[in-house]
């Protein structure tokens, strides 16, 4: 419970304010009692400081009558009403003139002969505090030394009056704490129920209602940038979602169509004997489909594996001028069995795994020869521009529908359902030609317009100066 209470953003409010108030007090209390104490004393010194000039003027007169025995009276007079206040003077030749009520002073106190009026504190026997203050008090007479003169005053009111200046300071400190952290607790759940409306519509948020957004209305300025992250978040979960749910059909279905087929053609061999070349025309026909669906978990193991990161391509100088030479030989039966053009424009290299560059441009290269009709042509070009090295397959045939072209690249998607099982790959080429080129920091693009459909995959162009890298043209 307590670590709960440690991670609450309310319980820290409540800390942060109750400590903030309760310091600003504090140090404004302990200011105040600084300046109190500071003007007590100056109090004191101003009265004391009075009241030496008094008895400088009383040893003064006496001592022009020619005696001190008058000194006392007139003391006594001067201070009636002022209690706590305790005078001493002392005659030239240390006998005490003239002391009132049982006042004690530190031997310290007393100043040398001819010494300057010097402020002081110290405690009696009786406990209490006093401030006083000793001077010199001349007599008149050339040639003869001053009067001692001493004065205290007690400071037990002062003192009382700091007692419950404290007590009050803490009462009020003690309180304000108590009163700011409740106050603190309800601002900080008024501040933080934003937060928990956001919690609770994100709560509704599950599978089954992806499209659903967190409103803004309501929300503070300061949470705009958590709601919009919040709806972007849902945004690509949904997508992602989206594109999980159909992939996991699509490969139900891809799936479902091989296995079915040997199942099939299985049972129907087992119905009833068969001669050795029907079941050598049957295995040879699931072999077929075997090598299908075999290749259908490979380009799926290969796309599971460039969706985690765990496709690192190799880095080697490629020609690709050399390399797309050859893939043009091997498809040559193909084309003159359909009198397709082939033809091939440029050259260019790049840094990249050969292995997977090679698969990569084959598929657009199949791609292109599948939907290309009889006496069409497809043409590769290669070209450098802003985007790096980039190879152009085009061919002719049908235009791809504005609608479809973004999907082009998603896995198992077709633009054409008819051609679903027309025995033209698994619908995974694409996909994997898009994760590729990825792989090596590239893109990949699509247009087609009329009649003349245009897949690109660029890459980035090799570092002037790297190993194997084409020299500039003399």
């Known amino acids: ?90 005659g030239p030749d240390g006998r005490r003139l003239f002391l009132s009520g049982a006042a004690e002073f530190p031997q310290d106190a007393v100043p040398p002969a001819g010494g300057e009026a010097l402020p002081t504190t110290w405690k009696g026997r009786d406990g209490q505090h006093y401030r006083g203050l000793s001077g010199q008090a001349p007599t008149g007479i050339a040639g003869e030394p001053p009067a001692t003169v001493l004065l205290s005053t007690n400071l037990a009111h002062h003192e009382h009056f700091m007692q419950s200046f404290r007590l009050a300071m803490w009462t009020v400190v003690s309180v304000a ?39 803004a209305g309501e929300i503070p300025v300061e949470l705009d940038e958590v709601v919009s992250t919040l709806n972007a978040m849902l945004g690509r979960l949904k997508e992602s979602f989206d594109r999980l749910s159909g992939f996991s059909s699509d490969i139900a279905h891809e799936l479902r169509t091989p296995v079915s087929n040997l199942l099939t053609q299985t ?131 049908e235009t791809i529908s504005p609608e479809h072209l973004p999907r082009l690249f998603d896995r198992f998607y077709r633009a054409d359902p008819a051609r679903h099982h027309a025995g033209e790959g698994s619908g995974l080429g694409l996909a994997i030609t898009k994760s590729i080129a990825l792989a090596h920091r590239g893109e990949v693009s699509v247009r087609s317009r009329d009649g003349v459909t245009v897949f690109s995959l660029c890459l980035p162009a090799p570092e002037a100066g790297s190993p194997q890298a084409p020299l500039p043209e003399a």
């Open 1 to 90: 419970m307590m670590l709960r209470l440690g991670k609450s953003l309310t319980a820290r409010l409540t800390l942060l304010f109750a400590a903030v108030s309760s310091s600003v007090l504090l140090v404004l209390g302990l200011v105040i009692a600084e300046l109190v104490e500071r003007h007590f004393q100056d109090m004191d010194l101003e009265l004391l400081e009075g009241k030496l000039a008094l008895v400088r003027h009383a040893v003064l007169s006496t001592r022009a009558d020619g005696d001190f025995a008058s000194l006392p009276d007139k003391l006594d007079a001067a201070l009636v009403g002022h209690h706590g206040l305790t005078v001493g003077v002392w």
């Open 177 to 215: 704490a108590v009163l700011s952290g409740f106050l603190g607790w309800v601002a900080a759940r008024r501040g933080l129920a934003p937060l928990r409306r956001i919690a609770r519509r994100a709560s509704d948020v599950t599978a089954s209602n992806l499209g659903r957004r967190i409103e």
């Open 267 to 397: 049972q129907v061999m087992l119905a009833r004997a068969r001669s050795a070349e029907e079941y050598q025309d049957v295995l040879a026909s699931n072999a077929e489909e075997l090598e299908r669906l075999s290749r259908t978990i490979a380009d799926m193991l290969f796309l599971a594996k460039a969706d985690n990161g765990l496709m690192t391509p190799t880095q080697e100088y490629v020609n690709l001028g050399a390399e797309i030479s050859g893939m043009l030989e091997f498809y040559e039966a193909v084309a003159e069995e359909r009198h397709l053009q082939l033809a091939l424009q440029g050259q260019a290299g790049v840094r990249g795994d050969r292995l997977m560059l090679r698969r990569a441009v084959g598929n657009l290269l199949a791609n292109a020869i599948r939907h290309t009709p009889e006496h069409g042509s497809v043409r590769i070009a290669l070209a450098s521009d802003a985007r790096g090295v980039c190879i152009h397959v085009e061919n002719t045939g």
